[in-house]
């Protein structure tokens, strides 16, 4: 059985039939190429590739011109690593009146892009833990986090575009490290939930909700002290620069101080 063609986004751009590595061309190409993918089987009309491959105010007078010759290429390379009987991937293009009107759409399976599956275990991962499935939630957790290859979209130009799309996913990806450490905080894994929101911590220092998670793992971890001085940084960090202190963080400091039990959640 021949090997399906394989798109991955969570880190550089790249194409893999099997063991094969598919050369994919220059940046901007494949930078196109993610713009298809993350479009997910939808017509993508030109004006709006030429918004998400250029900054603003930056497409050159030839940008049709050019996405054209990148559509072609690319059809070429997804028809040679294609079987001849295999209906996905399939890069369609749409005519409009104008070259500017026309729209382009890369058909694929579900299972073709790591984006996708990333997406599918992030929300297993949520829907589990609402069912207080602490080891399942680990689990689907880590599966989502191994298809994590670096930066996504690593190699391509920092357009708005490209940062918004980096962002989301860097987003879930804190959300799926953050649920993780809770999973293992509640499976009694309590010195690795310490030190993996240690390290969330570093990354995202004004995260509350890192804050109250890793105060709780500290407690149970005999460091109570730590708990408070953690706490007690942050409100000074929240008053210093908001003149504001959040009501979640007080009450965790109460419980912590009065010696409540503490809440993973």
Same mark, same amino acid.
């Given at each position: 059985?021949?090997?399906?063609?394989?798109?991955?986004?969570?880190?550089?751009?790249?194409?893999?039939?099997?063991?094969?590595?598919?050369?994919?061309?220059?940046?901007?190409?494949?930078?196109?190429?993610?713009?298809?993918?993350?479009?997910?089987?939808?017509?993508?009309?030109?004006?709006?590739?030429?918004?998400?491959? #250029?900054?603003?105010? $930056?497409?050159?007078?030839?940008?049709?011109?050019?996405?054209?010759?990148?559509?072609?290429?690319?059809?070429?390379?997804?028809?040679?690593?294609?079987?001849?009987?295999?209906?996905?991937?399939?890069?369609?293009?749409?005519? $409009?009146?104008?070259?500017?009107?026309?729209?382009?759409?890369?058909?694929?399976?579900?299972?073709?892009?790591?984006?996708?599956?990333?997406?599918?275990?992030?929300?297993?991962?949520?829907?589990?833990?609402?069912?207080?499935?602490?080891?399942?939630?680990?689990?689907?957790?880590?599966?989502?986090?191994?298809? #994590?290859?670096?930066?996504?979209?690593?190699?391509?130009?920092?357009?708005?575009?490209?940062?918004?799309?980096?962002? $989301?996913?860097?987003?879930?990806?804190?959300?799926?490290?953050?649920?993780?450490?809770?999973?293992?905080?509640?499976?009694?894994?309590?010195?690795?939930?310490?030190?993996?929101?240690?390290?969330?911590?570093?990354?995202?220092?004004?995260?509350?909700?890192?804050?109250?998670?890793?105060?709780?793992?500290?407690?149970?971890?005999?460091?109570?002290?730590?708990?408070?001085?953690?706490?007690?940084?942050?409100?000074?960090? #929240?008053?210093?620069?908001?003149?504001?202190?959040?009501?979640?963080?007080?009450?965790?400091?109460?419980?912590?101080?009065?010696?409540?039990?503490?809440?993973?959640?």
């Amino acid at each position: 059985m021949v090997a399906d063609l394989q798109f991955a986004l969570l880190g550089p751009v790249t194409a893999r039939r099997g063991p094969l590595t598919i050369t994919l061309g220059p940046p901007q190409r494949r930078a196109l190429l993610a713009v298809l993918l993350l479009a997910r089987s939808q017509a993508v009309p030109v004006a709006v590739i030429r918004e998400r491959l #250029w900054p603003p105010a $930056g497409a050159p007078t030839t940008a049709v011109n050019v996405i054209q010759g990148h559509v072609h290429h690319l059809r070429r390379h997804l028809r040679q690593h294609t079987p001849a009987d295999a209906s996905d991937p399939h890069l369609a293009s749409y005519p $409009g009146h104008s070259p500017e009107q026309a729209s382009y759409a890369l058909h694929m399976g579900a299972e073709a892009l790591d984006i996708l599956a990333f997406h599918r275990l992030a929300d297993r991962g949520r829907e589990l833990e609402a069912e207080g499935s602490a080891r399942e939630v680990l689990n689907m957790c880590l599966a989502a986090q191994s298809l #994590w290859r670096g930066q996504p979209l690593a190699d391509l130009q920092p357009t708005p575009y490209v940062r918004a799309v980096r962002q $989301g996913l860097l987003d879930v990806r804190r959300d799926l490290r953050t649920r993780a450490a809770r999973a293992r905080l509640e499976l009694g894994a309590v010195s690795e939930a310490v030190a993996d929101l240690q390290q969330l911590h570093l990354e995202h220092p004004g995260d509350d909700g890192i804050v109250l998670l890793l105060s709780t793992a500290l407690v149970r971890a005999g460091a109570r002290r730590r708990a408070l001085e953690l706490l007690d940084e942050e409100l000074r960090t #929240w008053q210093r620069q908001y003149a504001h202190r959040p009501e979640q963080l007080l009450r965790q400091r109460e419980r912590i101080l009065s010696g409540e039990p503490e809440d993973s959640r």
